[in-house]
């Protein structure tokens, strides 16, 4: 429940461009920290596989189709749809099968 109203609260702040709240009861907190709160954060092993195969994140985002943004943020632990997932997986020439491998699920 907590989470929740500190979404709908973040959602009705107008966030600058640094990513704080500029109105409301969360003026000046950066708006990171609800998303934190809201998405959660999960293991994985993308980081030290992307290393392992000398592959920057620029490099492995233009394999994958998707943004280098995106794949800071999984390394991060940010969770991500399972269509980010899927070409993640295919960008770096694992099956599917080995999904384990890259994205420690459950």
Same mark, same amino acid.
């Given at each position: 429940?907590? *989470?929740? $109203?500190?979404?709908? +609260?973040?959602?009705?702040?107008?966030?600058?461009?640094?990513? &704080?709240? !500029? #109105? @409301?009861?969360?003026?000046?907190?950066?708006?990171?920290?609800?998303?934190?709160?809201?998405?959660?954060?999960?293991? *994985?092993? $993308?980081?030290?596989? +992307?290393?392992?195969?000398?592959?920057?994140?620029?490099?492995? &985002?233009? !394999? #994958? @189709?998707?943004?280098?943004?995106?794949?800071?943020?999984?390394e991060?632990?940010?969770?991500?749809?399972?269509?980010?997932?899927?070409k993640?997986i295919?960008?770096?020439?694992?099956?599917?099968?080995?999904?384990?491998?890259?994205?420690?699920? @459950?």
């Amino acid at each position: 429940m907590t *989470n929740y $109203l500190l979404e709908s +609260r973040v959602i009705a702040g107008f966030p600058d461009r640094a990513g &704080a709240v !500029k #109105a @409301g009861p969360f003026k000046g907190i950066a708006t990171s920290f609800f998303w934190k709160v809201r998405m959660g954060k999960t293991k *994985n092993n $993308l980081k030290k596989i +992307r290393e392992d195969m000398l592959l920057t994140k620029s490099e492995l &985002a233009r !394999k #994958a @189709g998707i943004s280098p943004i995106t794949i800071d943020r999984i390394e991060k632990g940010y969770i991500c749809r399972v269509d980010t997932k899927r070409k993640i997986i295919q960008a770096l020439g694992l099956k599917l099968s080995e999904k384990e491998v890259v994205f420690n699920e @459950g």
